[in-house]
């Protein structure tokens, strides 16, 4: 789009007069100085293993807590050399060591000041000899330190495994090769064979494509395409016979005017190599279109974003005139009233620089006025710019009046962005009186950004144990050790600062279900009738549903007779009930209930849609409540305030004893869940793993045996009619222990608190898992308790391609199991399992 000299006159007029209202505005007697944000000055590291370039890593100014900095891991073949490239950007090398640590870090590997390298234009070369300490196939971190002329102590992370027989060579050729046939139709042919085409797969929409697609959408439809990078393999999980890989890497696409759009795709693999052939088990990419300000594609109302995802993350003004929304990293605001548009807030001035166009952080709206003021933050890895190399919370404001952007506060936080994301996703709050709420580990703080001071609003709290409304503004969380055993309910409006208190008498527990609008809503159950079954589950009937209004006052209450509500969730303006009758052995479910809320949301006026084109397929959309202007958009470009103060906040560290389990899957952080079964039934839905905090492994989806028998085992025969006391005592005898059980268990124990007295590990209890996720323990050589459909509980010991082998107390034999009957019997008794995971020596 060509400006012209009318758009340059308005624009410097624009800006004089910026300027002279916000020395007025601001009551200070001189204009602050206005600046540009800074380049990135950081080098990037590559690393060559089995001669392979591999794991692009960036770094870090700040001493990051090492056992979260799982992004990637690098194998090491015997030798254990490691070749490693620096790109310099201009930047002089001064030194290079670097450190081997286990995962937990607790201890020390290696600690190597790095004296021969060489210096290359832009790049700097060196081959790390890594000492011969490390175990074979054990996982431990490297980090890696360099010291530039502008820069010191710059930290890189990744994991190291030493492993000759990982066949790093060959999964990443494969996965190279398919990347660059997708590009070629004649040679992507050779790919059908690895593609499992089915009806699960889109083939209307570029922005997310699978091993279910269609070849034609695989290699990108009709799409005049080219690719603008090349992307260096970042390995994410290896063993012996799988890898999980992504890719990253820009494209351009050039549209019907003949203009070039440009957009970041990410590729994830997941194969595995066999003497044959080469397998892939998944595979999916996601494209996402950058927004070009200067080409606007708008017609009356709408706004077309291009190729990306449904969830657009926007605000806008109360009167719908002012929109502020975030495409691909960037944050952009439309006055529609004005004509105009800006790009808020970019790290992005070269789009091919690996730095800049890096998408380790995100952008969250917090509010848009009247006045076309936007607060927001940015949050993760800070890719340039004042905290270039931190992870932290950068709350800023941009000013429509005076065409200003000003960072009120900082946070810094010593984890990665994709923990620090799962926060802001949990909850971020900024209120009328500039009081900003956020959820960091577990800890509620409000923070003054005028005074850049902070409070803590709760400390330590259980994440299953407070609720959220929609629009962040109320808050409601349990008073008790645990979410069982909780009395009080404190509710906070984060708006007006008014608290109201849910109390239940002295034989009730209560528990927050969460708010319809400011509606709160939460249920009781009498203390008698809160139990554990004999494997140790907590179960919580709720005899009563209540509704409160936002004054204390209940509105409604939901009480059925003989019948106890087991689950509750809410769905749009509806709270759907899962209810049950209580029995000995637990619960026996009754048709499920549901309560309307016959208040109707609130809408704003700017809706998000979906058009399809031909080529591009389908395409997200922007409608707002008033039309364009006939007349061209006038670009704005705002200009940062050079802050003179330290706007620095750091938050003291709140000692948390929650134990917390990380999903990692499709090559990043999928959740984090304090429930073990969760967190497993979501790593099986993905291929994915599960880690705690100290980086053990939890559970794993690929690195499993194809065959395995716990021969140790004793068979035993149920005299008790107790048939889980008997698989206890089995499991305890191959551990080294004798004890009675069903005495134990006569005298008020559980299954759970059994093992945890005589076992040294973690216990793991799951529920509603499949039979496979509990095999991967036998791979391990732990046995698993599992629950028939009759409620018998047997032991298993073994497995192989069709059949599991399992000790039935019923009978006092071991004895096989097809795979899938098993499979089957298991899933109808509701996937309960229990084993454990030995504690590491």
């Known amino acids: 789009m060509k400006k012209t000299i009318i758009k340059a006159i308005i624009l410097a007029v624009v800006f004089i007069i910026g300027i002279y209202f916000l020395t007025i505005f601001r009551g200070r007697g001189e204009v602050d100085q206005i600046t540009n944000m800074s380049a990135p000055t950081l080098p990037t590291l590559y690393l060559n293993s089995f001669s392979e370039d591999m794991n692009e890593l960036h770094g ?81 971190i490297l980090k890696i330190n360099i010291s530039t002329k502008t820069a010191e102590n710059i930290n890189y992370y990744t994991r190291i495994i030493k492993n000759e027989n990982l066949k790093v060579k060959e999964k990443l050729n494969f996965i190279k090769e398919f990347n660059q046939k997708t590009f070629d139709k004649e040679a992507a042919k050779d790919l059908v064979i690895y593609l499992e085409s089915n009806a699960y797969g889109d083939n209307s929409n570029f922005h997310r494509v699978n091993i279910n697609s269609k070849f034609e959408q695989v290699t990108w439809g009709s799409l005049n395409i080219k690719q603008e990078t090349f992307p260096i393999p970042e390995i994410k999980e290896i063993d012996k016979q799988t890898a999980s890989v992504t890719l990253n890497y820009m494209v351009s696409v050039q549209n019907e005017d003949s203009d070039l759009e440009y957009c970041n795709v990410t590729e994830y693999y997941r194969v595995r190599y066999t003497q044959d052939r080469n397998y892939l088990l998944d595979f999916e990419r996601t494209m996402s279109q950058m927004f070009d300000e200067e080409n606007l594609v708008c017609k009356e109302n709408r706004l077309t974003l291009g190729i990306r995802d449904q969830n657009i993350e926007f605000k806008e003004s109360n009167n719908g005139t002012i929109v502020s929304f975030v495409q691909e990293g960037e944050l952009y605001w439309i006055n529609l009233k004005e004509n105009k548009v800006a790009k808020i807030f970019s790290f992005k001035n070269n789009i091919s620089d690996a730095r800049e166009n890096y998408n380790q952080y995100d952008i969250k709206v917090l509010s848009v006025d009247d006045e076309g003021n936007v607060d927001f933050i940015v949050y993760g890895y800070m890719n340039r710019g004042n905290y270039e190399g931190q992870v932290g919370i950068d709350a800023l404001t941009y000013n429509g009046s005076t065409n200003t952007l000003e960072e009120n506060v900082f946070i810094p936080s010593t984890r990665p962005y994709q923990i620090l994301k799962e926060s802001v996703n949990r909850f971020v709050y900024q209120n009328g009186q500039r009081k900003l709420f956020v959820d960091m580990d577990n800890t509620i703080y409000s923070i003054d950004l005028i005074e850049r001071t902070y409070d803590e609003v709760v400390s330590n709290i259980n994440p299953d144990s407070y609720v959220i409304s929609k629009d962040n503004k109320m808050i409601a969380w349990q008073n008790g050790e645990d979410t069982m055993s909780a009395t009080k309910i404190t509710i906070i409006n984060l708006s007006s600062g008014q608290r109201n208190m849910v109390s239940v008498e002295e034989d009730e527990r209560v528990l927050p279900i969460g708010f319809m609008d400011d509606d709160f809503i939460y249920g009781v159950a009498k203390t008698e009738d809160i139990f554990s079954d004999i494997t140790g589950t907590t179960l919580f009937p709720m005899y009563c549903i209540r509704i409160q209004n936002n004054i204390g006052e209940i509105i409604d209450e939901y009480k059925p007779d003989g019948i106890y509500i087991v689950d509750a969730q809410i769905q749009n303006n509806v709270i759907k009930l899962t209810r049950a009758t209580l029995e000995e052995a637990g619960y026996s479910y009754v048709s499920d209930d549901s309560i309307m809320n016959s208040l109707e949301s609130e809408e704003g006026k700017t809706k998000t849609n979906s058009i399809v084109s031909e080529t591009k397929q389908q395409q997200q959309q922007l409608i707002f409540a008033t039309n364009f ?6 670009l704005i470009h705002p200009k940062q305030i050079l802050v003179k103060e330290d706007i620095v906040l750091k938050m003291k560290a709140t000692k948390n004893q929650q134990d917390k389990y990380y999903v990692y899957g499709k090559g990043q952080l999928q959740g984090i869940y304090r429930n073990i079964s969760e967190a497993v039934t979501k790593a099986d839905q993905l291929y994915g793993v599960v880690v705690d905090d100290k980086q053990e492994y939890i559970w794993e989806r690929g690195n499993r045996l194809i065959r395995t028998m716990i021969s140790q085992i004793t068979a035993n025969q149920d005299t008790t009619g107790n048939s889980l006391a008997t698989c206890l005592d089995a499991m305890l005898e191959l551990e080294g222990t004798n004890v009675d059980s069903a005495a134990l268990m006569e005298r008020g124990e559980n299954a759970v608190s059994i093992l945890e007295q005589h076992i040294e590990g973690k216990i793991i209890e799951l529920s509603n898992a499949s039979l496979s996720a509990a095999l991967y323990y036998v791979s391990n050589g732990a046995p698993v308790i599992a629950k028939l459909s009759s409620g018998t509980r047997v032991l298993i010991v073994g497995y192989d391609e069709l059949n599991i082998s399992v000790m039935n107390p019923d009978t006092g034999k071991i004895y096989k199991m097809g795979m899938n009957d098993s499979t089957n019997e298991f899933e109808a008794a509701g996937g309960r399992f229990i084993t454990y995971i030995r504690a590491q020596k």
């Open 60 to 140: 870090y100014t700040t001493e990051m807590e090492a056992n979260y900095m799982r992004d990637t891991i690098t194998p090491l073949s015997s030798d254990l050399t490691l070749p490693v490239t620096i790109k310099t950007y201009g930047e002089q090398i001064k030194k290079i060591s670097y450190e081997v640590r286990s995962l937990d870090t607790t201890r020390l590997v290696e600690q190597t000041d790095v004296t021969d390298f060489k210096e290359e234009t832009d790049t700097v070369t060196t081959t790390f000899d890594i000492k011969n300490l490390l175990e074979e196939d054990k996982e431990y």
């Open 629 to 634: 202007s006939s007349n061209e958009p006038t």
